[in-house]
């Protein structure tokens, strides 16, 4: 099984949506951002929002893809900006911990 960052990085999805999502990730809230997207209450570790968030946008995806008219460009935009914001707080906890 391939490790989270490298899942990551192996997404590909349209430019315009990866680099609205990039812009937005700069000014990205743990606590505003994640609780509104997963729910309220005790959020979870970075690793475990990390797949929570990459199953999310993985079938908002599918939704994007087959032209379904529930699909919402917000709501997908919403969850790569969370997904990236918390690659690069994983990206820095694990940076921490080899230090």
Do not use: C
Request: aromatic share 6%.
């Amino acid at each position: 099984m391939q490790d989270l960052m490298t899942m990551i990085t192996a997404l590909r999805r349209p430019r315009l949506l990866a680099r609205a999502a990039k812009h937005g990730a700069q000014d990205y809230d743990r606590d505003r951002h994640l609780q509104r997207i997963l729910g309220y209450g005790s959020l979870p570790g970075t690793g475990a929002a990390l797949i929570r968030l990459m199953d999310m946008e993985r079938e908002v995806n599918a939704q994007r893809v087959a032209e379904d008219a529930a699909y919402s460009l917000v709501r997908h935009l919403d969850l790569l900006i969370a997904l990236l914001g918390e690659a690069q707080l994983y990206k820095a906890s694990r940076a921490a911990q080899y230090q």
